[in-house]
């Protein structure tokens, strides 16, 4: 018999895009609302500053149990699980989408319109800078347009993007500093940015992570949330395509299933895992699964590929001051050249070759005030990392499938994800990154300096997808809300529903579509009456 | 079992089992008795030795006697803190299993510690502390891997005591800045006072 569990909305994941979905509700709504997380509480503030020490002396990992042995697919993703998501970790980068991304086809001929604009989703991008703590000074507005300004005033700036921004200008391409999710001023009750260069465990909270807002909603008591719990089934109502429950599994009483029952349910997975849900969920009536009726859930999931290099430029650096911080330009998202090409720019300071060496370049060993000659040499000159992100079109081959040679511990199979290239992208591929080195070469010129290396990252990164949203039922898993085609109750949120990566950073734009998926869902639901 | 007791659980029963390894070694019969390695801690000899590697490998002419004795107190200390297979981060978007770090380096290294004793015993008649520094330099390089990369590793998968002193000395703030000549001061968690302004070069 199983344990019943009932409430107004289940929220099924517990990372970024949960977090907005929850809080937002709670605002608005009277809502009863449980969250569901496969993954622990690492609730540690306290414990920062020591797990960021034995992280800097030791490598240890500052998020100690933040994965489930044996729930993990084949290929990109991560195996981050936990109350937080892989926000816990995240560099905290939220630049947004340009205008361009979400009228690809229109503008440019190739790839797919996103079912809303730039425009209209500018107003969830401010809730979401708002609600995360972005601090950002914007670039020029032709290039970064945005109605409002950033919620937070931005970081100091260090000496060594200073130099590089001077540097990387001399091409005449515009940068300016690219917008983070860390508090420049106390902001939500959360500490000031110290600048501690660790942001994968920052110490102080100043970056945003979800775990602050969960656990500001729990002291509220505005929200419930099971834990350790991994949802494994969607199962619908009997005579009705409505989903009346959630199947889970408690992780410390496996062999006792929990039953969410509720009017709503949001799948706030991430694009890996609630395109896994779906899938698993079969029944009579969706034998390819939940939301699957036009067979496009897994389908056209979607990243962007990188070409990095390094360059030794001409004026000293000192790799250390702040090597979180970097600057962004926008110019190659906004261009319409002749043959499609898109893609951001980023530069970093870097310490690739000006590191200390154990042996000279004849191969002899180096001991005592020898390495340290050796390297002051190598550092009389600094080194920049620049990046491109550049978009790629999603084949609908492009998918993730349930792979059946594949089990977790619990005998359900686990994803697999095949990225595959549209057409035009796979036609693209090579004037793209030709381009993109010509963008290298010319600030190399313009700049002064030597190109150490350039590759090309085929990681498909900021992945989303899986679960695309459209108007048409036929080519789309659900409407440009978030709201499943096939199921009125049931909703899905954030990364599975892009369109496509663009050419920056994701987080800030799954937040924001979070944002504008919670505020239709919202209307379905009783207000919130005054306090 | 709290976080702290975990660590120190797993570094004491690592480091019993590696002792019950290393004490089924039977050392050389000409060499000079040696003192039974200490569990927890470099004893004083392996102490001496060590302190006679870092004089060679360690920037004696930046860090002058007095560094070298403090990089080389924290290195025993950070040895001492050091849990055998550690949790290691998952990368970004990796899907591979959990990493986990080396075992513990100090048995190894007490041995190769001992090694350059032995050596020097053998080859010179006195202790590796008390020979010329050029001498220290070749048992040094005898008893080195043969590999010569030339990146130093994570301090804890260092193949050699001498070459995991150097990477942990390196990965220092304080290196980082003798190696710029200027305090850079990385990974101190700096506030938002400082400006744009130039580091100012070490000793201004």
């Excluded at chain 1, 440019?108 to 425009?119: A, I, L, S």
């Excluded at chain 1, 080194?383 to 511990?409: C, G």
């Excluded at chain 1, 496509?500 to 009783?526: D, I, M, Q, V, Y």
């Excluded at chain 2, 000549?181 to 070069?201: F, N, S, V, W, Y």
Aim: aromatic fraction near 8%; charged fraction near 25%.
């Amino acid at each position: 018999m199983a344990k019943t569990i009932e409430s107004d909305v289940v929220i099924i994941g517990a990372g970024i895009s949960a977090a907005m979905v929850a809080e937002k509700l709670t605002e608005e709504t009277a809502a009863k609302i449980v969250i569901v997380e496969a993954g622990d509480k690492i609730f540690n503030l306290e414990e920062r500053f020591d797990r960021r020490a034995r992280f800097l002396a030791y490598r240890e990992n500052p998020w100690r149990g933040d994965h489930i042995r044996g729930q993990t697919g084949t290929g990109i993703q991560s195996r981050s699980m936990a109350v937080g998501g892989l926000a816990l970790h995240w560099g905290g980068t939220t630049p947004r989408y340009s205008p361009e991304d979400f009228q690809v086809r229109s503008i440019y001929g190739v790839g797919y319109d996103w079912p809303f604009t730039y425009d209209e989703l500018d107003p969830f991008y401010q809730e979401a800078e708002e609600r995360l703590g972005v601090a950002g000074s914007p670039g020029p507005a032709a290039l970064d347009p945005r109605s409002k300004d950033y919620p937070l005033p931005p970081l100091p700036v260090s000496y060594n993007l200073v130099k590089l921004q001077e540097w990387g200008e001399k091409s005449g391409i515009p940068f300016w500093r690219n917008p983070v999710a860390k508090n420049s001023v106390p902001y939500q009750g959360r500490n000031v940015c110290t600048r501690c260069d660790t942001c994968s465990i920052c110490p102080t909270g100043a970056k945003y992570t979800p775990d602050f807002t969960f656990q500001r909603l729990l002291k509220e008591g505005r929200i419930e949330l099971y834990d350790r719990t991994l949802v494994r089934q969607l199962e619908l109502a009997e005579g009705s395509d409505a989903i009346d429950h959630a199947v889970a599994l408690d992780r410390d009483a496996p062999d006792e299933p929990i039953h969410f029952r509720a009017n709503t349910f949001v799948l706030a997975s991430g694009y890996c895992w609630s395109t896994h849900l779906l899938l698993l969920s079969r029944s009579d009536r969706f034998p390819n699964g939940v939301a699957n009726r036009s067979g496009m859930v897994g389908k056209f999931v979607t990243g962007h590929r990188s070409l990095n290099t390094y360059v030794e430029v001409p004026m000293k650096l000192y790799p250390g001051v702040y090597r979180s911080d970097s600057l962004l330009s926008k110019k190659f998202q906004r261009e319409r050249p002749d043959r499609y090409v898109r893609h951001d720019l980023r530069i970093w300071e870097s310490d690739v070759s000006r590191r200390p060496r154990l042996t000279d370049d004849e191969g002899k060993r180096l001991f005592g005030d020898a390495v340290l000659d050796d390297w002051k040499k190598r550092t009389a000159t600094g080194v920049a990392r620049m990046r491109a992100y550049y978009d790629v079109i999603p084949a609908k081959e492009s998918a993730l499938t349930l792979d059946s040679n594949r089990k977790n511990p619990w005998g359900d199979p686990l994803p697999r994800i095949d990225f595959a290239d549209s057409e035009w992208s796979a036609e693209l591929r090579q004037h793209t990154e030709d381009s993109i080195r010509g963008v290298f070469d010319h600030i190399v010129r313009a700049g002064g300096g030597k190109t150490l290396s350039t590759r090309v990252d085929s990681l498909q990164d900021h992945p989303g997808g899986g679960c695309r949203m459209g108007a048409d039922p036929a080519t789309s898993v659900v409407d440009p809300e978030g709201r499943s085609h096939n199921h009125e109750n049931l909703w899905v949120v954030g990364a599975p529903t892009i369109v496509s990566s663009g050419c920056n950073n994701g987080t800030l734009t799954f937040a924001a579509l979070s944002l504008r998926s919670a505020t239709a869902l919202a209307k379905t639901l009783p207000a919130r009456t005054t306090d | 079992m709290s976080y702290e007791d975990r660590r120190l659980f797993l570094k004491k029963s690592a480091t019993i089992v590696s002792g019950l390894a290393a004490a089924s070694c039977t050392p050389p019969r000409d060499a000079a008795p040696l003192e039974t390695p200490s569990l927890d801690n470099l004893d004083s000899l392996h102490r001496t030795t060590l302190d006679a590697v870092g004089r060679v490998v360690l920037p004696k002419g930046a860090l002058g006697d007095e560094g070298v004795t403090r990089v080389l107190d924290d290195f025993v200390k950070w040895l001492d803190g050091f849990e055998p297979v550690a949790e290691l981060p998952h990368h970004y978007l990796w899907n591979d299993e959990i990493a986990y770090g080396p075992p513990d380096p100090a048995p190894l290294w007490r041995s190769q510690l001992e090694a350059l004793e032995l050596e020097a015993q053998k080859r010179h008649g006195s202790s590796f502390g008390a020979v010329d520094v050029p001498l220290q330099e070749t048992i040094l390089h005898r008893q080195l891997p043969r590999e010569k990369p030339q990146d130093l590793p994570y301090a804890g998968d260092a193949p050699h005591v001498a070459i995991g002193l150097l990477a942990y000395f390196y990965r220092t703030s304080e290196a980082n800045d003798l190696g710029h000549g200027a305090a850079i001061e990385k990974q101190t968690c700096r506030g938002l006072d400082t400006g744009p302004d130039e580091p100012k070069p070490l000793g201004s």
